[in-house]
Nanobody
Framework: QLRLVESGGRSVQAGDSLRLSCAAS????????VGWFRQAPGKEREFVAA????????TTSPSLGDRFSVSRDNTKNTAYLQMNDLKPEDTAIYYC????????????????????WGRGTQVTVSS
């Protein structure tokens, strides 16, 4: 079972940028689809972005426009979420998740597509 640990979350001002990291322990990280989700207080967990095992294909929630992007470095067993022009509504706990099961793009947007989850990292954006 892959173990995931998120880091990089902190309090920032609106308009700032942050890069979150998702470090994986285990083998064959390059076989795993990685997804990023977030959950704001009182709201359901929502899809942010996902990237395939080789890093050749990614998708981001349309609601985020081009502010967020996902990448990975398999030599470091780490995936990243780059967040630019942050807004107060981006305040949430951000989670990374992974699965070795092949998923379509649509499936990759669902929380039940993933087998392993990190504990999350808090991002707070002040206006």
């Amino acid at each position: 079972q892959l173990r995931l640990v998120e880091s990089g979350g902190r309090s920032v001002q609106a308009g700032d940028s942050l890069r979150l990291s998702c470090a994986a322990s285990g083998t064959a990280f390059n076989y795993y689809l990685v997804g990023w989700f977030r959950q704001a207080p009182g709201k359901e967990r929502e899809f942010v972005a996902a990237i395939d095992g080789r890093g050749s294909s990614s998708t981001t929630s349309p609601s985020l426009g081009d502010r967020f992007s996902v990448s990975r470095d398999n030599t470091k067993n780490t995936a990243y979420l780059q967040m630019n022009d942050l807004k107060p509504e981006d305040t949430a706990i951000y989670y990374c998740a992974a699965t070795a099961t092949p998923r379509t793009t649509t499936q990759a947007m669902r929380t039940d597509a993933y087998d392993a989850w990190g504990r999350g990292t808090q991002v707070t954006v002040s206006s």
